[in-house]
Nanobody, 122 residues
Framework: QLQLVESGGGSVQAGGSLTLSCSSS?????MAWFRQLPGGAREGVAS???????RYAESVKGRFTISKDSARNILYLRMNDLKPEDTAMYYC???????????????????WGQGTQVTISS
């Protein structure tokens, strides 16, 4: 079982930047970031795998950058030009296998962190 710990959340004004990190207890073939509002669905933000592929939700393209450091078992999400609509609890997801996985569907991921809160004010 993978152990995932997110960090880097906080409160930032619109237009600002923030970087989230997710540390894994072991190697992962693929990882992703999801976000969720209270009472809302957990939606995919970005995903990355060891093949070097990345995928982004349309709402964050051009603003967010996901990067996977497989050697150090760390996933990052650099968020620029933050908007109030980005406010949510952000979760890290992972799979130890499935090297080509590049999914933004929560059902495709087997392990999850506890989340880190991101709040964007106007």
């Amino acid at each position: 079982q993978l152990q995932l710990v997110e960090s880097g959340g906080g409160s930032v004004q619109a237009g600002g930047s923030l970087t989230l990190s997710c540390s894994s207890s072991r190697y992962t073939a693929a990882m992703a970031w999801f976000r969720q509002l209270p009472g809302g669905a957990r939606e995919g933000v970005a995903s990355a795998n060891v093949l070097g592929s990345t995928r982004y939700a349309e709402s964050v393209k051009g603003r967010f950058t996901i990067s996977k450091d497989s050697a150090r078992n760390i996933l990052y999400l650099r968020m620029n030009d933050l908007k109030p609509e980005d406010t949510a609890m952000y979760y890290c997801a992972a799979r130890a296998t499935n090297q080509g996985l590049l999914s933004l569907r929560k059902e495709d991921w087997s392990d999850w962190g506890q989340g880190t809160q991101v709040t964007i004010s106007s």
